[in-house]
């Protein structure tokens, strides 16, 4: 299929979501490149694989300065645009991990809680403007590179083997559900196989069953981290 954009449909630009005061500047190079801003898509931010015991204080700052912090300081310039306009789609990646609580994630589930809070609240805060959506996006397990990129225990240890990815959600399928989702204003799409799927079912409407599962779950997953086995969530 040949497509019909031409080198002006295009403007990539480099951009560190922890750098939050080069975020504006980002902002107007697009919108003086297109003249508007129709979708923001947050999809920036790093897991995590430690216990929280073995795990410096100095994580969980960088991991809440890039996955929270830096996300809503990039959507803060860009809605005030779209709230001049009246119009635009907020996209928001967040995970199941928003959802439920799982080991070895505890400032990875804490910045996807976070993100959920703030951006279900931001949404009652727009009821002014009813064509500018907010849209959660709560993937499970997806094929991508997020395992080689996680937080440890300290920020200069990285990870020795990222694990086999079959078992996860082909990249493709995860993008076209989310472009789905965002076509339709869905506010808040899970998008994960089972059995990842239906546990933020029973997370929801059964937290009791939930915790006692996740407890069992957790501690095959504990043993399994410790003795070398890899198993991180998106």
Known sequence: EISSLSENDILVLRLDLTDRSSHEAA??????????????????GRSQRSLFVDTNLDVYNAIIELNYLGTISLTKCVLNHMIQRKKGKIVTVSSVMGIMGAPLATGYCASKHALQGFFNSLRTELTDYPEISVIQICPGPVQSQIIKNVFTENLAKSI???????????????????LVSVA????????????????????????????????????RRIQNFKSGIVSVQR
């Not at 506010?187 to 006692?212: F, G, R």
């Open 27 to 44: 902002t107007n190079s697009v919108l003086k490149h297109f003249g508007k801003i129709d979708v923001l898509v947050n999809n920036g």
């Open 160 to 178: 020795e083997n990222s694990g086999d990815q079959s078992h996860k959600m082909p990249t493709d399928r995860c993008a076209r559900l989310t």
């Open 184 to 219: 339709n204003d869905v506010k808040e799409a899970w998008i994960s196989d089972h059995p990842y799927l239906a546990v933020c079912y029973l997370w929801q409407y059964a937290p009791t069953w939930a915790w006692w599962l996740m407890n069992r779950m957790g501690k």
